[in-house]
């Protein structure tokens, strides 16, 4: 489809600068991870345990960096507006918002998930799900985050609402995630709890532009 | 039914009549449900803990309830556009985050003598938790758009994403609750009442349930009068 | 006949009833408030128009 090409790239550039793009939510997610063990005293095997589930908490919350500028830019430029009117549905444009959210914030998060849990403790071993998980639970957090941001399109004090909506629908996200790596850990099947996030992500891929879509149409209106 | 209260002269007639009724009618079975609640014997493995089953466990139902008003009222509001639907969804969400909370505190209260810890993650009360969390975020969202209509609306898509998203959002900490079997263990509800606690534990759970039906339907009415005030301010400057 | 005796679990029962009566209290006074401040602004918008229709809600 040549129309969404265009729309993607458009996003992709977007994205790449947006809230200072992959390098300021790699950055927060540095500092997140930094903290936990300054926080707790720092003895490695108190940190293993909690290694990757708080690394999916720092996961989380650099996804919603860069949310609130998600259609807020487009909807302040008048661009959502044309895009709306334009040939392509405005389901479509979400869809290329939030994947270029992902591409651009998601993968580079993902790439950093395992060397994040590593150096909090974690057994190398977990490391590929670990990626693996954070890649896909990111297609979640962007599309989540996605419903969040155009739901709050034009209300106040944007970015902590935003959080404050998405998080309920982000628990699953981390649930799954951590559940399958912790599962890997203690040695358990891991895949029922891939399989749980990667079709919550996917649901979320599939339902989500609809209500974004809705959500933009009710704040042009 | 449903057709006759949409008329806004008509809900306020209506409620006008109702809520009383229904607010005496809660107050009554509450007496009642305490009254026979407190003479029963305590139980034998609870003490005189089971006493807080009474106003935890209907409270906990009524926050689930609620939610359920607010989805149907959010879903009526959205495809009919209906200004009482978008009022009686604005007016349930306060009630909600209430009682839910209620429903949290209780909880505690009871968990506390009854299983050692003031607060476990387990699948209830995480999912309660949440479920707490979801009517804060869409007071905050309605709170933060001024235009009521965009508000109503958005808030509507967020209904209907957590009316979807929250039975999933409940199975996701079953299952982690699986996983963690053997951490705690935690009867819902604690163990198997006994009959001479359901009828204490039903009276008050219907006099939660009308107490809210009456306080929703007042609410209902003050946002009634609140968007026809507002109407008549706009007239007026005119 | 109720019975009051709690012994040592008081500590946890009184304060849950106090609280849900505080925050049910709470909730009946904010709504019976809210509702009788806009219905007096109503009664007074619609005094100071006399004879106008008043949109309906």
Redo the contacts between chains.
Sequence with gaps: MNGFGVLLKRELAMAWNRGGGPAVALAFNVCAVTLLPLASGGSLDKLKLLAPGFSWVALALASLLSLERLFERDYEDGALDLLALGPAPLELVAVAKCLAQWVCTGIPLAVFAPIAATALGADLALAPLTFLCALIGGIGFAFVGGVGAAVSLGARAGGVLIAVIVLPLFTPLAIFGGGAIASLAMGLDWRPGLLFLSAYSLLFLALGPFAMAMACRNALS | MITVLAN??RFLAFSRVAAPILGALAAILAAAA??TG??APDDYQQ???V??MF??VP?AITGMLIYGCLAGSAFFGLVFRH??ADAAARAAA??GA?VT??GL??GS??G??MWGAWWVWDARLTSYLILFLFFVGYMALQASIDDETKADRASGILAMVGVIMLPIVHYSVLWWNSLHQGETIFAPGGPKASAVYLTPLFLMWAAYSL?FGA?WM??I??E??????Q???V??AR | ???????K??V??V???A??AL??G???A???L??G???R??EK??A??PG?K????
């Design positions: 806004p002269q305490l009254w407190w003479s003490g005189a803990t006493r807080l106003i935890h409270a200004l009482l306060p009630l209430a909370l209620l505190i209780t209260f009871w506390r003598p107490g306080l007042v609410r009415r003050g009634i009068w609140r968007r026809r005030a109407a008549l301010a007239q007026g | 006949m109720p019975n009051f005796e709690l012994g679990y008081a946890y029962i304060p849950a009833y609280i849900t925050v049910i709470v909730m009946i904010d709504t019976l809210r509702a401040r806009w219905k602004e109503v918008r619609e100071a128009r106008k008043s949109k309906k809600a």
